[in-house]
């Protein structure tokens, strides 16, 4: 079985292989990390005699997540090396900027079995970590017969990943068989792993880890970015709308209630500030905001602190990687995104630290229980339509709701930092889990 899955893995790498080549030719991706993509990974990795923990987010927001899980392995295994690797350039960029307790980044190889044997020979890892469920038959029979013990941390198996994942059986049993153990988010998604093919005594719910995001940001960093944001933007001059982690479909959305929000002369003063996703989305977004004819700037455009156009202008664009968080702080109201359209939805935690309100749209399955613990506490605004037209009705009439009421903005955003401090303590579980896998080795 592995023979085919290996044999189909190059055959559909072939069939893409012009997609690829016209990505690295046009949109220059994949081209430098390709080499790493295929296991030759930096000397920097090889022929270190410490231990070595290898710690995998495949993007953004599970990097994010990552961040306590890493500061607490740090603390408990000083003298291990801590190896972080992803996916996606965005998340690796982030990973670089934010994760400083990790020794070593790298990219994650791809499930050809001579790539996934180079980059295991190269780090020679005690234990690896992967982050929520990114399965790979290669790596993790390769991890099997190399008595490496993976664990999958703040696991969680969405609606579509669990209906897709039954339509193959014997495989889909047969790698989750692979897998030492199972840190599951919730208790549904412990069921399903185990309707999976996970073993009993293999899973346990830990809980999620992105509760604890807060305890990993370094506060005097984070401070010092915000200040600097602040007096480049003037963010907290007046009401500012964040809109943040945007995707294709949404920015004009945004801006079109934005615009009907700017008509009223009570919001005359409201300011927008959109963070797209991902980098290669940047320029297209700054063409939809430049067809609003409103005053706009880039924050690519500003080098340094106190450029007067910056502090005046209605929609500001954070084209940058790793300062969304630093930004929440300022907003008035924030939107996140990936939930207007069918993405799934992003983190909303981060904003609920510094008790913001929220909106999310009706696409929420890649946080599903946090946003039914947020709903549960009145601690959220959901829009239910479906429709492109009834999606810019109602996000407008939920922005306008709560501009018109401060009071009702201030508890919603109350709640919501209720909601992350009495579900911390997930990261800790987790740990434990590790520390049990190693000692079992």
Not at 93 to 114: H, I, W
Request: with cysteine; net charge neutral.
């Amino acid at each position: 079985m592995q023979f085919l899955y290996s044999l189909l893995l190059t055959f559909a790498s072939i069939v893409l292989l012009p997609y690829f080549v016209y990505q690295a030719i046009f949109n220059r991706k994949y081209l430098r990390s390709l080499p790493e993509r295929l296991g030759f990974l930096p000397d920097s990795l090889k022929g270190v005699s410490r231990p070595a923990i290898w710690l995998h987010a495949v993007s953004v927001g599970e990097t994010l997540a990552s961040h306590s899980l890493a500061r607490q392995l740090r603390s408990r295994f000083p003298d291990h090396r801590l190896i972080l690797s992803t996916t996606t350039s965005t998340g690796q960029a982030v990973a670089r900027s934010k994760v400083a307790e990790a020794d070593e980044f790298c990219y994650f190889p791809l499930d050809f079995r001579f790539s996934v044997r180079r980059a295991l020979s190269a780090i020679r890892p005690e234990i690896v970590i992967l982050m929520e469920s990114e399965l790979w038959p290669n790596f993790l029979s390769e991890c099997r017969s190399r008595d490496i013990p993976v664990i999958v941390a703040n696991g969680r198996i969405s609606d579509r990943s669990f209906s897709r994942s039954r339509k193959f059986g014997a495989l889909v049993h047969r790698l989750y068989a692979l897998v030492t153990h199972f840190a599951m988010q919730s208790k549904l998604d412990a069921e399903r792993a185990l309707k999976l093919g996970a073993r009993a005594n293999r899973v346990s719910v830990t809980g999620n880890v992105k509760y604890d995001i807060g305890e990993a940001e370094d506060a005097t960093e984070i401070a010092g970015l915000s200040a600097c944001l602040d007096e480049t933007f003037a963010l907290s001059s007046t009401p500012l709308i964040v809109a943040g982690s945007t995707h294709e479909g949404e920015d004009e959305m945004v801006l079109a209630a934005f615009e009907r929000i700017k008509s009223d002369d009570r919001f005359k003063d409201t300011r927008l500030l959109i963070a797209p996703r991902h980098l290669e989305r940047f320029d297209a977004v700054a063409q939809l905001i430049e067809q609003t004819g409103l005053s706009r700037t880039r924050r690519s455009a500003v080098k340094q602190c106190g450029f007067e156009e910056a502090r005046t202008s209605t929609v500001i664009l954070l084209d940058s990687i790793g300062e969304l968080s630093a930004v929440y702080r300022f907003a008035t109201i924030v939107f996140v995104g990936g939930s207007l359209v069918r993405i799934g939805g992003h983190n909303i935690l981060e904003p609920a630290l510094y008790a913001k309100p929220v909106i999310v749209g009706p696409y929420t399955e890649n946080f599903r229980e946090i946003t039914q613990e947020f709903l549960r506490r009145k601690a959220l605004v959901q829009i239910h339509d479906t429709t492109h037209r009834e999606l810019i009705d109602e996000l407008y009439d939920s922005l306008i709701n709560l501009l018109s009421d401060p009071a009702s903005a201030e508890e919603l955003g109350r709640n919501a930092l209720k909601a992350v401090e009495e579900n911390r303590g997930a990261t800790a579980r987790t740990v434990r889990v590790i520390i049990e896998a190693i000692l079992q080795k």
